[in-house]
């Protein structure tokens, strides 16, 4: 089974890009490459996927390695509204996936998962 890894948690400051970075060593020719963000007292929200190119939408970017390896979610222009859990998972055509999880604050607040 493919897995991810990501840190525990990121901090940033307002109006600053935020890089988000996930491991996936042992992806597969098939998975994709999604992100999902979970606010306080909400259910996860899509934010980008992709399977071997670069990806942008209006949210955020995916840039992926070469080696598909690992890929990283930037958030253009962080907001307090985009504190959240992210998550960093792995999907191939069956449905099934691992995923992994990063907490990512504003203005220097620290919080486990």
Do not use: F
Request: aromatic share 8%; with cysteine.
């Amino acid at each position: 089974d493919a897995k991810t890894t990501q840190p525990n948690s990121m901090e940033s400051n307002e109006e600053e890009p935020v890089h988000l970075p996930c491991n996936h060593s042992t992806i597969s020719g098939t998975d994709y490459i999604h992100w999902y963000r979970q606010l306080p007292s909400q259910g996860p929200e899509y934010v980008i996927h992709g399977l071997t190119s670069n990806v942008n939408n209006r949210m955020a970017s995916l840039t992926i390695a070469e080696d598909r390896k690992s890929s990283t979610l930037i958030l253009y222009r962080a907001t307090l509204r985009d504190a959240a859990v992210y998550y960093c998972i792995l999907r191939d055509h069956s449905g099934t996936d691992g995923a992994a999880a990063v907490q990512y604050l504003l203005g220097g607040e620290r919080e486990g998962i």
